[in-house]
Nanobody, 122 residues
Framework: QVKLVESGGALVQAGGSLRTSCEAS????????VGWFRQAPGNAREFVAA???????YYADSVKGRFTMFRDNAKNAVYLQMDSLKPEDTAVYYC????????????????WGQGTQVTVSS
């Protein structure tokens, strides 16, 4: 069992930056692929970024070049650095863990956090 807790969501102006964190307990997060998803009101939950258990990172086209995801194995945590934020990035951001190699869809992830709200004002 992996417990995930997100933090760092906030209200930020367009063009600004924000870093969200996902801290894990229960098991070593480096044994899992970990992803970030987001869900805006009325929309389905969508893939944002992930780091595979071999360390490879991959991103949705909508955030490529603006968002960076990285791990800190010593803290058993992952982070999502978001730069050049846009109003359309507004959503609840969730982290999730999967035993699969390069998971990208919600049903490939077994463990989910409760989410953290990111709001980008124009």
């Amino acid at each position: 069992q992996v417990k995930l807790v997100e933090s760092g969501g906030a209200l930020v102006q367009a063009g600004g930056s924000l870093r969200t964190s996902c801290e894990a307990s229960g098991r070593t997060l480096s044994s899992y692929s970990v992803g970030w998803f987001r869900q805006a009101p009325g929309n389905a939950r969508e893939f944002v970024a992930a780091v595979a258990y071999n360390g490879d990172t991959y991103y949705a086209d909508s955030v490529k070049g603006r968002f960076t995801m990285f791990r800190d194995n010593a803290k058993n945590a992952v982070y999502l650095q978001m730069d050049s934020l846009k109003p359309e990035d507004t959503a609840v951001y969730y982290c999730a863990a999967s035993p699969l190699e390069r998971p990208k869809t919600t049903n490939e992830y077994d463990y989910w956090g409760q989410g953290t709200q990111v709001t980008v004002s124009s």
